[in-house]
């Protein structure tokens, strides 16, 4: 049986993903994606009736156990500094990054 | 005669001579601290594995010990206390979190390269509310890399945590560093998280009792997500009394997380005496079978549960009887089987969605090297960062979310949920034809793994959570509850399962459960680690 994810459609997802992959990472990767579709394929053991709703949540959301929606309300944050001490790299409180691509649209 | 120190005996009864002033919080803390020096070995860290034969031996639960700032917290409740003042129902009460928690001004490391230097500015709901109910932290325990696995193994922060019961053995996962704390008596409460069953399993494996409440019973503010739709936090305790007493702090709506429920939070304590007389507990064959793919050829096959599994529930069933309950045979579950294939679509759509956000630029890793562009440094930073499981669930949830495959996999996947969910509908329904209170299954498939045995395959991993993730599919609560010993001496967990917010029942049941089995003798069957450190 061919493989579902051939390594054309690996390297796709592997450029979607904003990865990069050492070769040995990536047959162990695409193996294990292939092994797991045969999983996922039990699903279509179940005739599923096209009107059966969707799940988003196990536990149904209504009137009774919904919170309110907060006020849409700004709130400052008591010390940004705290936050801006995480980035990996920053100037003047601005967070720094590597040349941003350019890209012309058609 | 066994030599009990303050880390062995349960939170209920420390609270007690704590707030009486027989005992200090501060006493309390150092035995657990001692007891971490005894038997927990050396922490995980990112650095290459040590070769030093004696780390086989430890329980290595822990990435960061916060031991000074426990004395201090300790001290705290202690003068509270001496002051006549009430510090809360966890006066002086150490215990861990399982480090997927924000906990402000300490390491959050989710176990991932990609956070090993991130350090919380906030702290975690449920965190926040052990602290006000004057809980003492002692540090935050190891996990599967962003949670994702059943083992342990798959932490960037290595020596990963081993079974107390059998340290050549993992402790299950992800929670797994909670379960093993636990169970090895560092700090008598633990705060896990279960997207699986990622507390009840490592609960099963390590003989502790551990909590899936409700989804939305407790916030998910402060945890590193990773399937927002099923994650929930919850307690590892030694035993029932102390499961409830921990729900009861860390549960309620809370504003910062619009999922919460704004259900009441029943006292969960005062209930549990009540009994199991006139209780409907199932039993379904379908919890009595197990899915697992062929070693050779990958095909996905079934066969009955192990015997010795089998039996522990059905004893359990048995003494429950005993006291009263109705025990209702043979309640179908059809849609049991289809948890992993589903769960393989549902939550890699959402761990993928959850980590795109770790990406170089705000916190956590950036790629050293010099790199052309954005783009290369999102692809080094997010290559070097996380490991292969957070890749290869990031690669499944793009693929089974494209918009050509997504009515295939995704959409069926959600409507496969609604099916699972309808099996609990009906069990539960008070008008069915069953009426069901709980469901009595066993917890895993299997007793503690050893290590290195099942690591690598993601499928035969991800089957360990068979028997747990239809409830986190569904939404319902579950408990964990040590049932035995297997014939290797490793402890067997069984399962409960009960409507949205029956979490009371569930501990009502399982604490009659632990009372009619006190005397059992395998309840007087210490672990390894411990009959060790009480030589």
Same mark, same amino acid.
């Given at each position: 049986m061919t493989d579902q994810i051939t390594p054309e459609l690996f390297n796709h997802l592997v450029q979607l993903a904003a990865l990069e992959l050492a070769a040995d990472e990536a047959e162990y990767l695409r193996g294990q994606l292939n092994n797991q579709l045969k999983a996922i394929h039990e699903l279509e053991l179940i005739p599923v009736n096209p009107a059966t709703p969707i799940a988003a949540h196990g536990v149904p959301y209504t009137a009774r156990n919904s919170q309110h929606a907060r006020p849409d309300k700004w709130q400052p944050y008591p010390d940004p500094s705290e936050i801006l001490d995480q980035a990996p790299e920053t100037d003047e409180r601005y967070i720094i990054v590597p040349e941003i691509p350019h890209t012309d649209l058609d | 005669m066994q030599k009990l120190e303050y880390c062995d005996l349960p939170a209920h009864q420390l609270v007690e001579l704590i707030k009486s002033r027989e005992i200090s919080a501060l006493e309390v803390t150092e035995s657990a601290l001692r007891r971490i020096a005894e038997v927990d070995g050396r922490p995980g860290t990112i650095s290459q594995e040590s070769d030093?034969?004696?780390?086989?031996?430890?329980?290595?639960?822990?990435?960061?010990? =916060?031991a000074e700032a426990a004395r201090l917290r300790a001290k705290d409740i202690d003068r509270q206390i001496a002051a006549g003042d009430d510090p809360g129902p966890l006066a002086g009460i150490p215990f861990t979190v399982k480090d997927i928690f924000c906990v402000q001004g300490t390491p959050s490391t989710a176990a991932s390269r990609i956070l090993a230097n991130f350090v919380a500015p906030y702290t975690a709901t449920p965190v926040q509310r052990l602290l006000e109910a004057g809980g003492v932290m002692l540090g935050k325990v190891n996990l599967d890399e962003f949670t994702y696995g059943s083992s342990n193994e798959s932490s960037a922060f290595q020596p990963s945590p081993r079974n107390?019961?059998? =340290?050549?053995?993992v402790p299950g996962g992800s929670s797994g560093g909670s379960a093993a704390a636990v169970a090895a008596g560092e700090g008598q409460l633990s705060i896990g998280t279960d997207t699986a069953g990622s507390v009840r399993q490592p609960a099963a494996f390590c003989g502790v009792v551990g909590v899936k409440p409700t989804y939305g019973r407790v916030s998910r503010y402060g945890l590193i997500a990773f399937g927002s739709s099923l994650d929930c936090p919850g307690p590892v305790a030694r035993d029932v009394t102390d499961a409830a007493l921990m729900l009861q702090t860390i549960a309620g709506v809370d504003p910062q997380d619009a999922t919460t429920a704004a259900v009441p939070v029943p006292n969960y304590l005062s209930s549990l005496g009540r009994g199991v007389r006139g209780l409907r507990i199932g039993l379904s064959p379908d919890y009595f079978r197990i899915t697992f793919p062929d070693p050779q050829t990958g095909e996905i096959q079934q066969a009955p549960i192990g015997e010795e599994i089998e039996s522990a529930v059905l004893r359990a069933a048995g003494r429950l009887a005993e006291l009263g309950a109705d025990i209702v045979d043979g309640v179908p579950m059809p849609h049991t089987r289809y948890g992993i294939p589903a769960y393989f679509v549902i939550s890699r759509v959402e761990a993928a969605s959850n980590l795109h956000r770790f990406d170089g630029v705000k916190y956590g890793y950036r790629t050293p090297g010099d790199v052309a562009d954005l783009s290369e440094m999102y692809r080094k930073s997010r290559a070097q960062g996380f490991g292969l499981q957070p890749k290869l669930r990031i690669l499944m949830g793009m693929y089974v979310s494209a918009a050509q495959y997504s009515e295939q996999y995704y959409n069926r996947a959600l409507r496969v949920r609604t099916l699972i969910r309808r099996d609990f509908d009906q069990a539960f329904d008070p008008q069915g034809p069953y009426r069901l209170d709980a469901l009595l299954t066993p917890t895993t498939p299997t007793t503690a793994f050893p290590m290195a045995n099942i690591y690598g395959d993601s499928v035969l991993m991800q089957y360990a959570d068979q028997l747990t993730v239809p409830a986190n599919h569904a939404g319902v609560p579950g408990i964990s509850l040590p049932g035995g010993l297997d014939r290797e001496g490793l402890p067997i967990g069984i399962q409960l399962l009960g409507p949205d917010y029956s979490e009371d029942m569930l501990f009502r049941i399982g604490r009659a459960y632990e009372k009619v089995t006190a005397d059992a003798p395998w309840r007087l069957i210490r672990s390894k680690v411990l009959r060790e450190v009480q030589l």
């Open positions: - | 030093d034969p004696s780390e086989a031996e430890g329980v290595h639960a822990f990435i960061t010990l =916060t107390p019961w059998d =340290t050549s053995r």
